[in-house]
């Protein structure tokens, strides 16, 4: 999903899978350039998010 980002943050809501239901994520930012100055891509660690 794209992201727009505002003074460098950006929300992104999703749908929960249900109650009682752990989901593994992980966030992607691909190579890109801000003002000139390149980015490079980075994957974060894959983390849970648990609906209780």
């Known amino acids: 999903m794209y992201i727009p980002?505002?003074?460098?943050?950006?929300?992104?809501?999703?749908?929960?899978?249900?109650?009682?239901?752990?989901?593994?994520?992980?966030?992607t930012v691909p190579a890109?350039?801000?003002?000139?100055l390149p980015i490079v891509a980075t994957v974060s660690k894959v983390f849970p998010l648990a609906v209780r």
């Not at 460098?8 to 593994?24: C, E, I, Q, V």
């Not at 890109?32 to 000139?36: I, K, L």
């Open 5 to 27: 980002l505002t003074n460098g943050k950006g929300t992104a809501s999703f749908k929960a899978a249900g109650s009682g239901t752990t989901r593994n994520w992980r966030i």
């Open 32 to 36: 890109m350039t801000y003002n000139g």
